[in-house]
């Protein structure tokens, strides 16, 4: 719990390297859920191996959890 409420970032990486990740509930204000999207984008960025090459991030969507993804710029949430 200390570490969720202390900024922690957890995500789940696919074979396909599809990374899924919660960023929030609905009570959620919009800048809490921006800043959360931004950290797990920063996590991501820093999870990226030496050997790797080229554009790591390539797409993003944000989906709630049985709805339509909705696609968002990568420069946008990369900083």
Known sequence: VKGAKGGSVEFRV????????GIGKASFSEDK?????KALA?????????GSKGTYIQRVAVSSTMGPGVKVEPGTILG
């Open 14 to 21: 696919e074979k396909a390297g599809i990374v899924q990740a």
């Open 33 to 37: 859920l921006v800043e959360n999207v």
């Open 42 to 50: 920063d996590a991501v960025s820093k999870a990226k191996p030496a």
